[in-house]
């Protein structure tokens, strides 16, 4: 079982379809935290669906970490 989950988790999607989940049933403290620590396998296009759902800090971090530094600056203007 642990080497099929691993498997599971090197797919492209798994950190996506992940942070999907994080939204409907999470706090948005563990949301950042999530976005925090996997932010580099997130596709950037999720910050506007972090935007959307109202999580400007893990939207702001998600920016971040893809070097769209001005894009983070402008969430908290």
Known sequence: MTRKSAEFSR????YPALLKAYLLV??????IEFVQSN????????????IDAQHYNAA??????HEKHQQAIDIWK
């Open 11 to 14: 797919q492209p999607d798994y």
């Open 26 to 31: 999470k706090t948005p403290e563990l949301i």
């Open 39 to 50: 932010a580099s396998y997130v596709p950037v296009d999720y910050c506007k669906i972090l």
């Open 60 to 65: 702001a971090v998600l920016y971040s970490s």
